[in-house]
């Protein structure tokens, strides 16, 4: 069974080459050895591999950026994720897909489900939500082909390079005061939990059907999957900071102040609420979604362990 990662560089992808090994042999590849922008490219890797299952982890997440480069976020965001999913039909290869929440504009205040209005305020949001029509319309033209939209929120990782909580860890051990947006909501989510789910699901696709009680050709369409529990931007960095302090990590922060999103304006609009409901995943699969601090709590004692323990030596 062979398994081509696209985005294996990102910090969901290499969480991903943790959790799909046990499942079958698998080809990486980062921006490295594939240009997303290049549908040649694109066809090129996949004839090559040859896979048996797709799981694209890869995307253009520079929110505000994308502003000002709309062109590129939908050749890597739509485009390419049309040729991915042309070619998965084409291989007979399932397609895991990983989308985002900023599909929806905050509108609501209750968790969003899979069926909810789609309405992105952002060229990111616009860009990913063509993705998903670009491999929902593939799945209309072919029966057969197996796909699945894994929609997450608020990723964070011990891997990669940026995230908020590798942010706050840096702002805190530079200045006293850390200003927060406290009228966003939503969820973090631990990439290493996405990847598990995503190893589930892959599972269920590879060897269908093990306790009789899934079947496998059901299993298409839009999922989405975070931790559970729901807290604010200025919630979750007081958090950070909190099992920072408590593992040892050295701070010089003396004060986390709330911010409205009118004090931090960004070139992006980002969704005010943005809550994902998980039941779904859930029930077909019996993806457990782990308290979002409780993931927080264990991905730092990873991140102390492997950084600040090891290079730094500061072990209270």
């Not at 979604?289 to 991140?303: K, Y």
């Amino acid at each position: 069974m062979r398994i081509l990662l696209i985005g294996q560089d990102g910090q969901v992808g290499q969480e991903l080459l943790k959790t799909l090994a046990p499942i079958g042999e698998r080809v990486g590849v980062g921006r490295s050895q594939l240009d997303l922008t290049q549908p040649d490219q694109i066809q090129q890797v996949i004839t090559e591999v040859a896979p048996h299952l797709i799981v694209n982890a890869a995307a253009y997440t520079a929110v505000d950026k994308a502003e000002a480069e709309p062109e590129v976020a939908h050749a890597i965001n739509a485009a390419a994720t049309r040729k991915i999913a042309e070619l998965a039909q084409q291989a007979g290869a399932p397609l895991i897909h990983i989308s985002t929440d900023y599909v929806f504009d905050g509108g609501k205040n209750t968790p969003y489900t899979e069926t909810d209005a789609t309405h992105p305020l952002s060229v990111y949001g616009q860009s990913k939500l063509a993705g998903e029509a670009a491999v929902q319309q593939v799945a209309e033209q072919s029966s057969d082909f197996r796909y699945a939209i894994l929609r997450t929120a608020w990723v964070y990782g011990v891997c990669g390079k940026g995230n908020f909580v590798k942010t706050m860890l840096r702002l805190g051990a530079e200045r006293p005061e850390v200003r927060v947006v406290a009228d966003q909501v939503g969820t973090p989510t631990w990439a290493a939990e996405i990847a598990r789910a995503i190893a589930t699901l892959a599972t269920q696709w590879i060897d269908p059907t093990p306790n009789g009680d899934v079947n496998s050709s059901d299993l298409s369409g839009i999922y989405h999957f975070t931790n559970s529990g729901v807290t604010s931007w200025y919630d979750f960095a007081v958090a950070i900071f909190e099992e920072a302090e408590a593992l040892g990590i050295p701070l010089k922060l003396k004060q986390v102040t709330p911010i409205t999103t009118a004090e931090y304006p960004t070139p992006a609009q980002r969704p005010a609420y943005s809550v994902l409901a998980n039941q779904k995943i859930q029930q077909v699969l019996k993806v457990p979604a782990p308290q979002w601090r409780q993931s927080l709590r264990q991905m730092l004692t990873e991140l102390y362990s492997t950084t600040y323990e090891s290079n730094y030596s500061l072990r209270r």
